[in-house]
């Protein structure tokens, strides 16, 4: 069965700094993997998706995803944090075509002035 | 285009009492997803339509949740009898068949007492 980890349920950087949110998948064939954000009181968003081509994913607002076979790990960066990035971010995989997306449980960003 | 439309935003009810969640899906799309949300459990999905048909109802917790799509435009997520653990914030999704990215609703905050 496919499923995801995020590691740590909490993270909090100063603005400025590194962000680097976690995750890992399991799945028994190459999987599609995608980060969505969500904002206070809002639906998720798509950030950035995986789906077999470069390995380093470029989304939106900066961010950044590397997906990592040998280590299972697909986690997500931005270089410079922005108060505007305080958010909950979601880690999702999904096997092919028309399975539903399995999502992680979340990681709140919190960025600290 | 609108987005995902759901309502209502906000539903208070007392224990026993049927609630119904709505949701108008993205015109166009064909795939229609409810999910819900909970600090314990984070997104679970709990039933996913394609072309108006139910796919995958495993997530549906109990007897007590059905969920109808009776044309491309509207869904409903029914709760009857509700209970205070079916507190959460439910969302609907809706995507192109075979689409990567879900487009979400803002979310049914429901609050049992």
């Known amino acids: 069965a496919q499923s995801v980890t995020q590691l740590g349920s909490h993270v909090s950087v100063s603005e400025g700094a590194l962000v680097l949110l976690r995750c890992n998948y399991s799945?028994?064939?190459?999987?599609?993997l995608f980060w969505y954000v969500q904002y206070p009181n809002q639906g998720l968003q798509l950030l950035l998706k995986?789906?077999?081509?470069?390995?380093l994913v470029k989304g939106i607002n900066g961010f950044e995803a590397e997906f990592k076979k040998s280590e299972t790990s697909f986690h997500l960066t931005k270089p410079s944090a922005h108060m505007s990035d305080a958010a909950e971010y979601f880690c999702a995989v999904r096997n092919s075509g028309n399975t539903p997306l399995v999502f992680g449980k979340g990681t709140r960003l919190s960025v600290i002035a | 285009d609108a987005g995902v439309i759901q309502s209502p935003r906000h539903e208070v009810t007392e224990m026993g009492q049927e609630v119904t969640l709505r949701c108008k899906p993205i015109?166009?799309?064909?795939?229609l997803f409810w999910y819900r949300q909970t600090m314990m459990r984070g997104l679970e999905l709990l039933i996913y339509f394609n072309n108006n048909v139910p796919i995958d109802d495993s997530g549906m917790p109990e007897d007590r949740f059905s969920a109808k799509m009776p044309n491309a435009s509207f869904s409903t997520l029914k709760i009857q009898p509700s209970e205070p653990r079916d507190s959460a914030v439910y969302f609907c999704?809706?995507?192109?068949?075979?689409?990567?990215?879900?487009?979400f609703g803002s979310g049914t905050q429901l609050s049992v007492l």
């Open positions: 799945s028994s064939v190459p999987p599609y």
């Open positions: 999704a809706s995507s192109l068949a075979g689409g990567e990215k879900l487009f």
């Open positions: 015109s166009g799309h064909n795939s």
């Open positions: 995986y789906t077999s081509a470069a390995t």
